[in-house]
């Protein structure tokens, strides 16, 4: 494996072989218990015709539990604190509509900034679960970075994501709200249950290094270039405020802009040069969800339409282990770094390559520091 600038910068005495994790998915059952007593839920949606019919459905199927389902129209979200205390419900559902209509990392933006509001109103006691039907698609799954920042910043929620496939019944929808598990990260997948789970695996991404061009981007970009040049590459090109790079072609613009990745590419690519890799590794610390998604997200997606005709060999992309463990004030970054990663199973489900790697949080307790997740 070729060490890269990332593990001897900030890797110091810990061995990559057991300090990196990865998370899996095994089946796991509900826990058995009595049924729960009669309880009400408030159903929200985000007003997709997809989300409204499946609310539609849960309450049908609620009601036909013993419980009852409340809802409340997106325009009095602010009447939510006193429409919570004047009717105590076992949990607030939020359901999200078709996965499709989220493609863009616009559309996902806007549906975290319409999630946001309803969390702020949840009130002490009262469990907030997301319900998606993802399918894999990037647009969805960034709401995991967003349960994993609530465990942290407003753990009395105790926030979960449940992702219910098309074939599963909405009974199984209604059995796991009502047995109020642990689990905060939940998939049903024909009628089968699997919860997320962290597993310690050895540090085994492989980056073919030589001749080639490769292009990079971030703020670890002139470490990376100078890396990849010692290890044989003809072309390193870099997007950034650069206004030089020994052994590179830095290219000035905003990879999240329309053009920039493409004139990128080209740099690279001119005299018929192949496209070995990319080092996607963009992204700002903020607590502004539009700024924290803009280099990182979009710039991934201009990345990915740039290079339809021309795909690299690989790909890394460089994100934050927030996405996993969540930290106090990081929506914006777990959120963007959740969609990252899910944005890389995506293109590897369509023979597409892509890795994102976890740089880890050194304040976390009881992890080595640093460590890394491969995804």
């Known amino acids: 494996m070729v060490t890269g600038p990332a593990e001897r910068a900030l890797s110091p005495g810990v061995p990559f072989a057991t300090s990196s994790f990865e998370v899996t998915w095994p089946e796991v059952p509900l826990p058995p218990g009595e049924p729960p007593a009669p309880g009400a839920w408030l159903l929200l949606t985000d007003e997709h015709p997809a989300a ?21 129209p997106r325009d009095d979200l602010d009447e939510l604190p006193g429409f919570l205390a004047e009717r105590p419900v076992r949990g607030v559902v939020f359901l999200t509509g078709s996965p499709y209509a989220y493609h863009d990392p616009e559309a996902a933006q806007e549906l975290l900034l319409s999630v946001l509001p309803v969390v702020a109103r949840v009130g002490f006691g009262v469990r907030f679960h997301l319900v998606t039907q ?10 995991r970075g967003l349960v994993r920042v609530l465990a942290v910043e407003r753990p009395q929620l105790r926030a979960s994501l449940v992702d219910v496939d098309a074939r599963s019944d909405v009974d199984v929808l209604v059995r796991e709200l009502r047995s109020d598990a642990p689990d905060d990260e939940v998939r049903w997948r024909h009628d089968v249950r699997y919860a997320a789970r962290l597993a310690r695996v050895p540090f085994a991404v ?12 971030g703020g670890l970009g002139p470490a990376t270039a100078r890396w990849l040049a010692d290890m044989g590459a003809t072309r390193v090109v870099l997007c950034g405020p650069y206004k030089g790079a020994p052994g590179a072609v830095v290219v000035q613009g905003d990879i999240a802009e329309p053009g920039v990745a493409d004139r990128l590419i080209a740099a690279a690519t001119a005299d018929g040069l192949p496209l070995r890799g990319i080092v996607h590794t963009a992204g700002v610390l903020t607590d502004d969800p539009a700024a924290g998604w803009h280099a990182g997200v979009l710039g991934a997606r201009r990345l990915h339409e740039a290079t339809a005709d021309c795909p690299p060999e690989w790909w890394l992309l460089g994100t934050s282990a927030t996405a996993l463990f969540g930290a106090p004030g990081g929506t914006s970054r777990a959120t963007a770094d959740a969609w990252l990663d899910a944005f890389a199973t995506w293109r590897r489900s369509r023979g597409l390559p892509a890795t994102t790697i976890q740089l880890g949080l050194p304040h976390l307790p009881d992890l080595p520091r640093p460590y890394f997740s491969i995804l």
């Open 134 to 143: 993802a399918g894999g698609e990037p647009g969805l799954a960034f709401l």
């Open 52 to 72: 409204l019919g499946r609310a539609v459905a849960l309450a049908l199927a609620l009601a036909a539990a013993g419980d009852d389902a409340l809802s409340l």
């Open 206 to 217: 492989e980056v073919p290094t030589g001749p080639g061009a490769y292009v990079v981007t």
